[in-house]
């Protein structure tokens, strides 16, 4: 099975509402985990990162809650914006790092 | 700072040809990596370095190969093109203990194998 599972693989929310993106993951160890944002014929950029001796990370309109216990993290995107429609990729080392099959999040006005 | 710059940004193959991907960084970073990106399935690692001389396996390496002879060259070469190496593929590179540290990718070689 999947090392880091991605949920759900495509979000649609209008201009203003929130996106929730859920990850769960299956090493008890991973200490670390970020999330990129890939925008059209690029590259993925990290946009935010979790480290397992924080909760809850904020940075402007994102952020990122982590539950150990429970072994998933999510990304939460206040006040939506166009420039927020990307693929939206979490990630786990499981050794090397492990990557989900990402969601594409499309904001309409 | 031009970060992660990989080249040819496209290529068409036939099947049976060679090619290499170039990757270049320029952050005197340590960890470079190569993956693959195919619909669905998000980001495969296929070789990765943690320092110029050492290369390693990754989850799919078969039909590349790879080599690291400077900390900012990392090139990866295709021995026999085949169909299912159609691909988007991405360079990344980050610092020491880097799988627990952020990665700068490149924008990708989008390569189609007929």
């Known amino acids: 099975g999947e090392n880091v599972e991605q949920h759900p693989s495509t979000l649609s929310v209008q201009e203003g509402d929130s996106a929730v993106i859920k990850c769960t993951y299956s090493?008890?160890?991973?200490?670390?985990f970020p999330w990129y944002k890939q925008e059209l014929g690029k590259g993925p950029q990290l946009i935010i990162d979790?480290?397992?001796?924080?909760g809850e990370k904020k940075d402007q309109r994102i952020a990122v809650t982590l539950n150990k216990t429970a072994k998933h993290f999510s990304l939460h995107i206040t006040e939506t914006q166009p420039e927020d429609s990307a693929v939206y990729f979490c990630?786990?080392?499981?050794?090397?790092?492990?990557f989900g099959a990402g969601t594409q999040v499309v904001v309409t006005p | 700072n031009a970060g992660v710059t990989q080249t040819p940004k496209f290529q068409v193959l036939k099947t049976g040809q060679s090619m290499t991907l170039q990757c270049a960084q320029d952050?005197?970073?340590?960890?470079m990596s190569w993956y693959r990106q195919d619909p669905g399935m998000g980001l495969r690692l296929i070789h990765y370095?943690?320092?110029?001389?050492?290369?390693d396996q990754g989850e799919v390496p078969n039909g590349y190969n790879v080599s690291r002879s400077t900390t900012e060259d990392f090139p990866l070469r295709l021995l026999s093109a085949a169909p299912s190496q159609t691909s988007v593929y991405f360079c990344?590179?980050?610092?020491?203990?880097?799988?627990?540290?952020?990665?700068?990718f490149g924008d990708g070689t989008r390569l189609s194998i007929l």
């Open positions: 990344a590179s980050s610092e020491m203990d880097g799988w627990e540290q952020p990665q700068h």
């Open positions: 090493d008890s160890a991973s200490n670390y």
């Open positions: 979790i480290r397992s001796n924080v």
């Open positions: 990630a786990a080392p499981r050794g090397k790092l492990q």
């Open positions: 952050m005197n970073h340590e960890y």
């Open positions: 370095s943690v320092g110029a001389g050492i290369t």
